[in-house]
């Protein structure tokens, strides 16, 4: 076994290598960029080697860096993760050259299952299924228009060398059909360095669900049952689970086999992921096609050390050390199910738009970290994340902050065991999609497992934009914060000064009469004047939107005891700046107290002004100066956060100027182009 490795990647995967070898007592090297100097990462390691700038071609893909700093610090092999390099077959075979041990497969398998055209022919050789399409090597648009055609729409183009839904567009009709492979061909040598593409037929209403397999040097191989990836946005994944609902055991033992084919057809060693696309058949039955293989650790392979009890990065580091699996697939047992949901700073009602910032409050529910315990041992909730309380989201890297894992005996306990740990999850600081995960995990599609890769979509009406705490509530846990906030300073004054004047106490008291304050708020885009009173006998009572109730509060262990009229309800408040970060059982919700003093001369009104949503680099303009344009024609397109985002007008009108020129780099709020009515 080894005695120490390097781990040349970032975030909540570092933190989860360099868990799994501290419990095997193997000492680990951390790499990190200027952004990261002093991310988690790098203090959950033994040691650590800056490789560069923030951006991840300026450090973490500088693979001869990162292999120059394990041959400095005496590492012995290289884990890399998931991204970045972990399928680069370049970098694989530089490390065995450099006498380091790649925690991965050998690169040929790599670059056979990495181009996803010789990949589906190797499938086709080894008898895996496949869906009908063109993987060619001739890259003419027009012949790629014409197979396109021939296949039938709709069709997926599909970046040959990626992952990950980058270089992934789905088309409806021929018309579309150019600008979205010059879309897939440019975010394709963004990430991949290679434009190459293949399509596909869509499949209608398909599932994603894939199989992890394991072989070692010894030529034996495992599947260690399936995960279903169905709910996707963006071709990305949301949430996963494992099993898949609705499998049965002859399906299983049937892809877990294909999966297994497909590892021996390229000498395969240590972990993959074979991925399935699965076509639901009218009489109930499943039908399942070859799409790629992941030649990595996945992302969601938390559900499978949750359902098989293992702990896969021990595997890996054993199979990599040259020992043998440590199961046959006879001794594999499932157990339970389990499900993970991806905590990502975004913001759902606004396309999934990235979002940055620093994470003021990043409180998780009761849970097993990276720093307690065995992170295969089945726990009933478990957070691996990458950051803590007070560490920005910056946007040179993925969006993803962390993932939540339940564990439970079934799927209606697992479901409702990740309810509770989403409502338990509070981040302040930048959008989130907590509670969008909470809208999909009580979607009637989810709870009824009928899955496929168009439930977001499907369910839209009950899963976006929708206000679960309502103003009343909203109104109260912002008062009561408030008001504890005041009792508070008025306690330390009187503990100071050993008395307070009875004059400046804010309790409303008053000789006769009731005494009545106002709170001015925004909520939900509109302004809410509400009056506090207080009356004779010192009850408080509110009028929020022309309804009147009793009110009273008390601060408890875990937030606010909220009542109001007949209700009652535990709230956690978060303060930041104007705005009350409210969380409750049945949702999140924000509130903003107004200041009509601090805000007069505000012009609302800036019409012309077309910004960047959050920082990135402005890949290129559709229209010049002069150009007439209608409300919602594409304008530009921005990479940020590895995506490509397309700004629209917001009007019709007339382009009067371009601020930019494709490849500049633009801060957020930075004015892009301007636009005349």
Known sequence: MFNKILIANRGEIACRVAATARRMAIKTVAVYSDADANAKHVSACDEAVHVGGSSPKDSYLRWEKIIAAAQATGAQAI??????????????????????????????????????????????????????????????????????????YPVLIKASAGGGGKGMRAVDKVEDFAAALASCKREAVNSFG???????????????????????????????????????????????????????????KQMGEAA???????????????????????????????MEMN??????????????????????????????????QEQLKLSGHAIEA????????????????????????????????????????????????????????????????????????????????????????????????????????FVQAELDTALIPREAATLFKQEKVGLALAVAGAIGDTLLQEQA????????????????????????????????????????????TTLHDGALQLEVAGEIGLFSFAA?????????????????????????????????????????????????????RLTAPMPGKVVSFAVKVGDKVRIGQALAVLDAMKMEHTIAAPMDGVVAELLFAPGDQVTEGAELLKLVA
Request: net charge negative; proline share 6%; with cysteine.
């Open 295 to 328: 030649t990595r650790l996945q992302v969601e392979h938390p559900i499978t050390e949750a359902i098989t009890g293992q702990d896969l990065v021990e595997w890996q580091l054993r199979v990599a050390s040259g020992q043998p699996l440590p199961l046959q």
């Open 489 to 532: 300073r008025e306690t330390s004054l009187a503990a100071q000064a050993q008395w307070l004047d009875p004059w400046a106490r804010r309790d409303g008291w008053r000789s006769h009469g009731p005494s009545t304050r106002r709170f001015d708020f925004e909520f939900a885009g509109a302004a809410q004047l509400v009056q506090m």
């Open 79 to 152: 884990h890399p993760g998931y991204g970045f390099l972990s399928e680069n077959e370049e970098f694989a075979q530089a490390c065995a050259d450099a006498g380091l041990v790649f925690i991965g497969p050998p690169a040929s398998s790599i670059k056979a299952m990495g181009l996803k055209a010789e990949s589906k022919r190797l499938m086709g050789l080894a008898g895996v299924p496949l869906v009908p399409g063109y993987h060619g090597a001739d890259q003419d648009p027009a012949l790629l228009q014409r197979e396109a055609d021939a296949i039938g």
């Open 260 to 290: 297994v084919a497909a590892a021996r057809a390229v000498n395969y060693v240590g972990a993959g992921t074979v991925e399935f696309i699965v076509e639901q058949r009218p009489d109930g039955s499943m039908n399942f096609f070859f």
């Open 556 to 608: 408890v262990t875990h937030g606010i005891d909220v009542r109001l009229g007949e209700r009652r309800q535990i709230l956690s408040v978060y303060r930041h700046g104007a705005i009350a970060h409210i969380f409750s059982a049945q949702g999140a919700t924000q509130i903003t107290a107004i200041d009509a003093l601090a805000h007069a001369g505000d012009n609302a009104v800036d019409g012309g």
């Open 342 to 445: 991806r905590i990502c700073a975004e913001n759902p009602d606004n396309n999934f738009m990235p979002a940055t910032g620093t994470l003021h409050v990043y409180e998780l529910p009761d849970c097993v970290t990276f720093e307690r315990g065995n992170l295969g041992s089945s726990p009933v909730v478990r957070v691996d994340s990458g950051v803590r309380q007070g560490d920005p989201i910056s946007p040179f890297y993925d969006s993803m902050i962390a993932k939540l894992i339940v564990h439970g005996e079934t799927r209606v306990q697992a479901l409702a065991r990740l309810d509770v740990a989403l409502a338990n999850t509070h981040i302040v600081g930048l959008n989130t999609n907590v509670q969008f995960l909470r809208n999909v995990v009580q979607s009637r599609s």
């Open 194 to 252: 290679d434009d190459a593409v293949l399509i596909e037929k869509y499949v209608q209403r398909p599932r994603h669900i894939e199989i992890q397999v394991f072989g070692d040097t010894q030529g034996n191989y495992v599947y260690l049952f399936e995960r279903d990836c169905s709910v996707q946005r963006r071709h990305q994944k949301v949430l996963e689970e494992a099993p898949a609902p609705g499998m049965t055991p002859a399906l299983r």
